[in-house]
């Protein structure tokens, strides 16, 4: 009987290893994490339901781990509904294996949270913000990238 509890144990401490957390945070809290960094950004906005995002983060993935050596960050900021959180967002994110961050962004107004990423930006996803502070660099794009297109800016992001 205590050999199967042990196992069993075992098992639930193990699951929770390859769980991965999803952070909640306020709009703020990125704000402040953008203007703290010291490091190349990528914050990749998207949701579970949006095939389109979907479709690149894999890209973004890719691409992050071939400039590992540049300390480039991949953040995915999920704008899943309130309900979602966190159990259908970390399924989700288990099951398509992502690697980054994964942050849900604890906000409803999109007229107040999308300005703070950039003036332009109208709600729509997938959106991806590129920074590097230390070459005040910064590109945002209110669509879906391809490979090529997520290559490209990555280079950009990283360029003296």
Known sequence: ????????????????????????IKIGDLENYIRASDHPLIINFWATYCAPCVKEIPYFEKKVEENKNQHVELILVSLDLPSFYPAKISSFVKENKYASSVWWLNETNADYFCPKVDKNW?????????VNNKTHYRKFFERQLTEPQVEENIKALLKE
């Open 1 to 24: 009987m205590k050999f199967l509890f042990i196992i069993i144990l075992t098992g639930l401490f193990v699951l929770n290893l390859n769980a991965q957390e999803i952070k909640k």
């Open 122 to 130: 109208s709600g729509g996803i997938p959106s991806t913000l590129f």
